[in-house]
């Protein structure tokens, strides 16, 4: 594979971004049958992206694909197997020496099957057996709390419901959940704030709006399908802003792949109309200098008796603790706001400046802005800003978390959470006749925990990367090893998968892209996109292999094995879905008539009490939430001098990786480098192309055994005091006590770090 580190100087979109899917689609997917699905993606009656959470415009457009909506499909879709001879050739001890691309690409997992640790290889399992064996070691358990149930974001409705159905009748609240690890500060801060622990916004929304600030997140890479978006708002003349630590192309400009015309005169939109590169950590420090400014000056405007910048009846009227904010951001030292946000006082106050001048507000964000030590906080701080001019509640307006997986806000709203709500255990109750555990059970952090002491003792994983994904694999990796029992729901191998316990099963599921076939007939799944629209998803490839069951199914099988006076229907549920959504409606009062207006075209909207004002908090109304004295906390990973952040490449997804290119960063067939500007650059005596060491710090500044050697210097555009690398091979830099206390997410943004110099290397700068 050839390594090279260049300028990249297309748009975001454009021909590298078909040229990238016509690569993924020639070295993956048979392209005389296969590739056909790509046009039944996003349509009424296709099936959802596999990838991100972006809602769909429409359900009409010829082609409603992005460029890593191909690369997910071409992955699920791929022709290659990972078949019971695969295995057979391989041992678990050999593959762990693979790369992760290498795992995955050996493609899809056809049979169910089971560690022997005798030959240190996986082999081929009836799936009945595996079943009863399974429940047998469940039910072995006195303790229901000792087994850990994890959820990736990718797993639908019906399945997300039947997983939380069968833990809680098996007696726990155990779910730790890929959310956990991306947008757990939105869920708790945006619902501590306005009562509600998701966004506000619509799509239409995105058609009001005069302003539209950029914050923490990557479009090009991450949410592709939302550059369109971005370049309408663009074209009619409203401002984006945005602010990253990194210059990101998906920010800048944008060229339409399935614009005829701009493909062909080369045209690009022009994205944001000011960027500013805030330090790695310094959100918070850049929001109250915001709010400073923001209130000064309506102070100033009041006085000369003009109308104020200040949305003063909506903050009377609907909001509490002002005052508290007020004395807080109006007493916080411009010297700590600076020192800290890395942006100096004159950008602040020109950011400060378009604010104000704004009707219309929308803030977009996404883990730049939550996975941080103080994540809650961030998420908060975005709340207080639009408060301020009253932009919760009103089109055009609002606070819109970009969410990863296509399905992560659904699995929660149907009940995968550790702290359930007493109205949906009284209704599961209700409807089910068994009576629910009501202790909150563990999240992802604190999973990982009680498999790192000891006291518990399964783990099922409906999906993801768990393991891979979680911080400080130094400690974890040999802890899930210890376990009594590890099963695993996937579609591909990972190295989660190689972690194996006294028992360890790996079951192949059922795509996205691939025909559910069950009793009453083929099935369609349902998903909530990002800003609450469910809409339905049938496969229609045939699947990867006969044996394949579904995601349902497989959860009926279990359940059935291991409680064996279970209340609930199992078999019936699977046989036809309409009665799993039957269920949900039972449950979750929002999904009223659930199957009847699944059928719509483009699906249906969740109520969202705080966009229509109306306040779920304990205040009734929208709270402000300060945070006295948090820029001078010096245990804080943004007073450390290099603060190092986790990335995903443009050929990844979360822990997934399509390829070994970073196109829009201009790294090509290789992971192993790290950015920094030119002047931290000069500053620590590097060079582009230099090796160098990192080494993360302890709370007290000195070195911990966390280390990442022979990393190459690339010279980048972006914040000073920062470092950036990739997930998940830098994972293991965070220490597993590294974490939002409020939300519980690991502080992947957040890590205080040490360079060394090793020795020089040819390279060229951006």
Known sequence: MNKKIEVYSGPAG?????????????????????????????KAEGFDCPGCAWPDPNHTASFDICENGAKAVSWEATSKRATPEFFAHHTVSELFEWSDFELEDSGRLTHPLKYNPTKDCFERIEWQVAFDEIGTQLRQYNDPDVVEFYTSGRTSNEAAFLYQLFAREYGTNNFPDCSNMCHEPTSVGLAASIGVGKGTVSLDD??????VICIGHNPGT????????????????????AINPMQERGLERFTAPQNPIEMLTNTQTQLANAYFHVRIGGDVALLKGMMRRLIEKHDEQRAEGNIGFLDEAFISDHTQGFQDLRSDVLNTDWHDITQVSGLTYEQIESLADIYAQSERTIICYGMGITQHQ????????????????????????????LRGHSNVQGDRTVGITEKPSESMLNNIEKHFGF???????????????????????????MGGNFAVAMPDRTVTFERMTQLDLVVHLATKLNRSHLLTAKQSYLFPVLGRTEIDMQESGAQSITVEDSMSMVHASRGLLKPASNTLMSECAIIAGIAQSTLLNSVVKWRTMVADYDNIRNAIEAVIPEFYKFNERIKQPGGFYLPNAAATRCWLT????????????????????????????????????????YGMNDRYRGVFGRRDVVFISTTQARQCGV??????????????GKRSTRSMLGLTVVIYDMADRSLVTYFPEASHMLALGNYDIQSGIPAYKSIPVAMDKCFPDKATSH
């Open 374 to 401: 103080h994540g809650t906080q961030n998420v908060q701080q975005l709340i207080n800003l639009l408060l301020l001019k009253g932009n919760i509640g009103k089109a055009g307006a609002g606070i819109c978390p």
């Open 222 to 241: 991450n949410h592709p399908r939302m550059l369109t978006s971005l370049r309408e708002i663009a074209l009619r003349g409203a401002r984006i802003v």
């Open 687 to 700: 060079n582009a192309g230099d090796k160098v060491n990192l080494v993360a710090l302890l709370p007290d």
């Open 14 to 42: 454009g021909w590298g971004a078909l040229k990238a899917v016509a690569k993924a689609l020639r070295e993956q997917m048979n392209i005389r049958h296969d590739v056909i699905a790509l046009f039944d993606m996003n």
């Open 435 to 461: 009576v629910p555990p009501k202790k909150f059970g563990h999240a992802a952090i604190e999973s990982m925990k009680a498999i790192c002491e000891g006291s518990a003792r399964a783990l099922v994983c």
């Open 618 to 657: 304990a205040s009734q109304k929208a709270n402000f939430i300060s945070t006295k004295g948090l820029l001078e906390d010096p245990r804080s990973a943004f007073n450390s001098e290099l603060v190092l952040a986790t990335v995903r490449s443009h050929d990844q997804y979360n822990t997934t990786l």
């Open 206 to 211: 995105f058609e009001h709006c005069d302003l």
